[in-house]
């Protein structure tokens, strides 16, 4: 056994499978149990979220909204996959801007973007990216079948 783990492509191989089996698990989390975490700064508020399609980056930014939330911090919040939001992600935050007018929305094979403004273009825009599980967990798994299984040529 310990002539298999012999070299450093066996142990990356490890590594890497291990990395692909921590993606495969929230992956699965993500079909039960929705992961945001928000970052606030003066003029910014950030979301990065484990959701059912994918890793995602929702990103609003007040351009010129007095009433944007001065608050800075940072906010992590899970729940049950099957609770449906009824406001869109930052309704809440930008309050009256809170007519969507998407400007581009951006989609394939489960990678997406969307871009758009709420109100007028010049007070708060937002945009969102997805990156799809299966685009980290695929990759790593072919990495670490190809590392583990290489055999050096004699």
Not at 91 to 99: A, E, L, T
Not at 105 to 121: K, L, M, P
Not at 123 to 134: A, K, L, S
Request: with cysteine; hydrophobic share 45%.
């Amino acid at each position: 056994m310990r002539e298999f783990f012999r070299g450093w492509r066996r142990k990356a191989g490890c590594v890497t499978l291990l990395m692909a089996i921590a993606v495969t698990g929230a992956w699965i989390r993500s079909r039960v149990i929705h992961d945001f975490l928000t970052i606030r700064s003066r003029k910014t508020l950030d979301r990065l979220s484990a959701t059912s399609q994918g890793m995602k980056w929702e990103r609003v930014k007040a351009i010129r909204a007095a009433d944007f939330p001065k608050t800075v911090g940072t906010e992590w919040t899970s729940f049950p996959a099957s609770t449906t939001m009824t406001l869109m992600p930052f309704d809440s935050v930008v309050g009256i801007y809170s007519v969507n007018t998407i400007q581009s929305d951006w989609q394939f094979c489960g990678f997406r973007s969307q871009r758009g403004h709420y109100g007028e273009a010049t007070f708060v825009q937002h945009g969102y990216w997805v990156i799809p599980y299966w685009s980290f967990a695929a990759p790593l798994t072919l990495l670490s079948a190809c590392l583990i299984l290489w055999k050096p040529q004699k």
